[in-house]
């Protein structure tokens, strides 16, 4: 029987799975080599840890690997039910405030190697006083969580996908993962409308595969975010992932390249705080710092520890490797 322990926390509702124990070694490199011989190798590694009858479509796993940049204290490699993100903003909120539960990282600046650049996350002090019953299962940690981001930018301005014969208009643009991100897509983002909003996102992305529109160097464009406006925030949105889960937290990465845009677009100056509110209502905050010709997005947000446990691998169970 494989033992692997797992801590759970959700960062606006967006579960992510932390585990450091992996029952295989990934070898030496960069954080980027280890995701490629995970993805090659031990793919079933992800759908063990993630997927149902364990887990659902809507977990995250951050699973932590050395880094290979002496500059990090940590790397991290984020993936979901069908398999690999560049980036996670809510699982990197979820891992540092598990962290900050374990008693393993302090207010400060962390910084982190992912495959796809080096993040630095900053842990905010705690309301509660310093010292004691902070820490190790206290039940108290600090639970907010600044992430600056790898740089952020619009690839293909104003695409049109034309979806049930009806065309709509958006953006392609990198945040850490690549996004579809519409404003005329006609449709009620709120949440009871998710079955709505999900088959639709879904059929864009199915457009922007069968039409070849990608990415840069034809990366696919697999996450679909819809718009709309709150009185709650400067912008509330709907985010479909690549698995068909949608993303409960505002979607880190989805909000980077939302501030890209907004950025290129002039409706953003460097530091304004842009809050970005998610379809269940969670919201981050985000910001861009421009550092020579790169913007470079900073989300702001909260994660709770939520569960703690092991799961048990035994070779017998046909479905030990999930489903
Ligand atoms: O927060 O960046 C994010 C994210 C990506 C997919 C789910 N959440």
Request: charged letters at 20%; hydrophobic letters at 35%; a negative charge.
């Given at each position: 029987?494989?033992?692997?322990?797992?801590?759970?926390?959700?960062?606006?509702?967006?579960?992510?799975?932390?585990?450091?124990?992996l029952?295989?070694?990934?070898?030496?490199?960069?954080?980027?080599?280890?995701?490629?011989?995970?993805?090659?190798?031990?793919?079933?590694?992800?759908?063990?840890?993630?997927?149902?009858?364990?887990g659902?479509d809507?977990?995250?796993?951050?699973?932590?690997?050395?880094?290979?940049?002496?500059?990090?204290?940590?790397?991290?490699i984020?993936?979901?039910?069908?398999?690999?993100?560049?980036?996670?903003?809510?699982?990197?909120?979820?891992?540092?405030?598990?962290?900050?539960?374990?008693?393993?990282?302090?207010?400060?600046?962390?910084?982190?190697?992912?495959?796809?650049?080096?993040?630095?996350?900053?842990l905010?002090?705690?309301p509660?006083?310093?010292?004691?019953?902070?820490g190790?299962?206290?039940?108290?940690?600090?639970?907010?969580?600044?992430?600056?981001?790898?740089?952020?930018?619009?690839?293909?301005?104003?695409?049109?996908?034309?979806v049930?014969?009806?065309?709509?208009?958006?953006?392609?643009?990198?945040?850490?993962?690549?996004?579809?991100?519409?404003?005329?897509h006609?449709?009620?983002v709120?949440?009871?409308?998710?079955?709505?909003?999900?088959d639709?996102?879904?059929?864009?992305?199915e457009?922007?595969?069968?039409?070849?529109?990608?990415?840069?160097?034809?990366?696919?464009?697999?996450?679909?975010?819809?718009?709309?406006?709150?009185?709650?925030?400067?912008?509330?949105?709907?985010?479909?992932?690549?698995?068909?889960?949608?993303?409960?937290?505002?979607?880190?990465?989805?909000?980077?390249?939302?501030?890209?845009?907004?950025?290129?677009?002039?409706?953003?100056?460097?530091?304004?705080?842009?809050?970005?509110?998610?379809?269940?209502?969670?919201?981050?905050?985000?910001?861009?710092q421009?550092?020579?010709?790169?913007?470079?997005?900073?989300?702001?947000?909260?994660?709770?520890?939520?569960?703690?446990?092991?799961?048990?691998?035994d070779?017998?169970?046909?479905?030990?490797?999930?489903?």
């Amino acid at each position: 029987m494989k033992r692997i322990p797992f801590l759970d926390s959700h960062t606006g509702g967006e579960p992510t799975r932390l585990i450091e124990t992996l029952p295989f070694d990934l070898g030496a490199g960069s954080v980027a080599d280890k995701l490629s011989r995970l993805k090659k190798d031990h793919d079933d590694f992800r759908t063990t840890v993630l997927n149902e009858p364990r887990g659902s479509d809507v977990l995250v796993g951050a699973l932590l690997v050395e880094p290979a940049d002496p500059t990090c204290q940590l790397g991290v490699i984020y993936f979901n039910n069908v398999g690999y993100l560049g980036m996670c903003g809510h699982g990197t909120i979820g891992l540092i405030a598990s962290l900050a539960y374990l008693g393993r990282v302090h207010p400060g600046t962390i910084r982190v190697e992912t495959p796809v650049g080096v993040i630095e996350a900053t842990l905010h002090s705690s309301p509660l006083p310093e010292g004691e019953g902070l820490g190790v299962r206290a039940g108290k940690y600090p639970n907010k969580v600044s992430v600056k981001n790898i740089p952020a930018y619009r690839h293909l301005t104003h695409v049109p996908v034309t979806v049930d014969g009806k065309t709509i208009h958006g953006d392609v643009a990198w945040g850490g993962n690549w996004f579809f991100l519409c404003h005329d897509h006609g449709l009620d983002v709120n949440m009871s409308n998710l079955e709505a909003l999900t088959d639709f996102s879904w059929r864009v992305r199915e457009q922007f595969t069968a039409n070849e529109i990608t990415g840069a160097n034809g990366a696919d464009v697999d996450h679909v975010e819809l718009f709309a406006s709150t009185p709650e925030a400067d912008s509330k949105s709907f985010v479909l992932c690549p698995g068909k889960a949608y993303d409960r937290s505002p979607c880190g990465t989805g909000t980077s390249a939302k501030l890209a845009c907004l950025y290129a677009d002039g409706k953003i100056v460097e530091g304004q705080i842009w809050k970005q509110q998610s379809v269940v209502g969670s919201i981050f905050e985000g910001s861009v710092q421009i550092e020579g010709k790169n913007i470079i997005p900073t989300i702001t947000g909260e994660a709770w520890v939520m569960s703690e446990g092991t799961i048990l691998v035994d070779e017998r169970d046909p479905f030990a490797n999930g489903i």
